[in-house]
């Protein structure tokens, strides 16, 4: 069943352009998410939810996982964050969000938090 708030179409065009310009973050983490490795679990990159576009996707688990660059190191970033994920979190998603240094630094821990956040059995 089609979900209104889940990739709209106006937004593909955007969303195939950050899939092929991911961050080096965003790459090195994909590459352990993608084709189910991680207990299973599908996930999906630059996926959109209402107007906003998410990093990666699990729709069974409903979990969301945000990564953060310099970027988002500033009080305007910070706040917009807050209110991207407040209104996210308010359609029955959860959203985690990660340093891009966590990613390469701390791979295992990442992935476990990930795991963590798991509600459903295993698929």
């Not at 917009?80 to 991207?84: I, L, T």
């Given at each position: 069943m089609p979900n209104k708030h889940h990739n709209r179409?106006?937004?593909l065009d955007r969303r195939k352009e950050l899939r092929k310009k991911?961050?080096?973050a965003e790459a090195f983490l994909w590459k352990h998410l993608k084709?189910?490795?991680l207990e299973g679990r599908k996930f999906h990159k630059q996926h959109s939810i209402?107007?906003?576009i998410v990093d990666f996707y699990c729709p069974s688990e409903k979990l969301?996982?945000?990564l953060d660059g310099q970027v988002h190191m500033n009080p305007v970033a910070h706040t917009?964050?807050?209110?991207?994920t407040e209104h996210i979190e308010n359609l029955g998603l959860k959203v985690?969000?990660?340093e891009n240094k966590m990613v390469f630094e701390n791979l295992p821990?990442?992935?476990?938090?990930?795991?963590?956040?798991?509600?459903s059995s295993s698929l």
């Open positions: 179409k106006e937004f991911l961050t080096s084709a189910k490795q209402d107007w906003f969301i996982i945000e917009h964050d807050e209110k991207r985690i969000r990660f821990s990442v992935l476990e938090e990930i795991k963590n956040n798991f509600t």
